[in-house]
């Protein structure tokens, strides 16, 4: 994306996040494609590798489990964890996203449906056993980065699992940045949101420069 498109783009969301609607810029975005799942500017077109090594590390043992992942996107983190033998539902606030994940996985054992994260169906609070959230909350605004947290980890049931995987920063840095990234104290929301920390990781992408990336999992106890 050139710098003018990008000042676009930030317009573009600056005006709906104005008007309190800190998330309807996203099915502009993914509409503007014109079905070319490939031109959707920053999907990386594979799935999160942090995801999968968690995966390999925790296979699945006895009967399926459920899977959601938060803001699908073109759907490559939902097919992995389908893949790895959970039962997934993937959403997303746009419905052009998930247009573009039922035309780019057709035979797909992945449930597809647009849903909003702070309205979404009630059998969804304490329903699934892994919940994957990837820069969800990095894109709003305000106390709506709060909220959504706290509709994530909602999500988990009693000994299941959330995994987040986001962009980092250190606390006071990076204020007026878009997307926000989060810092150690937002991403502890989790655990004051009733789920145990079980593994953090700290780590810089392979983009150039690089950018710093938190990857963690926590666990809602059991009773």
Not at 8 to 30: I, T
């Amino acid at each position: 994306m050139d710098e003018a498109a990008r000042r676009e783009f930030l317009n573009m969301v600056k005006a709906h996040q104005d008007r309190g609607d800190p998330s309807g810029w996203c099915d502009q975005v993914y509409r503007d494609v014109g079905g070319d799942f490939t031109a959707v500017f920053w999907a990386d077109l594979v799935p999160n590798p942090y995801l999968i090594s968690w995966l390999e590390d925790h296979p699945i043992t006895g009967s399926r489990l459920r899977a959601i992942t938060i803001g699908c996107g073109v759907g490559d983190d939902a097919e992995a964890l389908s893949a790895h033998g959970y039962q997934v539902t993937a959403f997303d606030i746009s419905p052009a996203a998930i247009d573009l994940c039922r035309q780019r996985y057709p035979d797909s054992r992945v449930e597809y449906v647009v849903a909003d994260l702070f309205d979404h169906p009630r059998d969804w609070t304490h329903g699934f056993d892994l919940v994957f959230e990837c820069n969800t909350i990095q894109v709003l605004p305000g106390a709506y980065r709060v909220r959504a947290l706290n509709a994530i980890a909602a999500m988990v049931a009693p000994g299941g699992v959330a995994l987040v995987s986001c962009r980092s920063r250190n606390t006071g840095e990076k204020e007026d940045a878009f997307p926000l990234p989060l810092d150690r104290s937002e991403i502890d929301g989790f655990v004051h949101a009733g789920l145990q920390e079980e593994g953090f990781v700290a780590y810089d992408d392979d983009q150039d420069p690089p950018v710093p990336h938190f990857f963690a999992w926590y666990s809602r106890p059991m009773g």
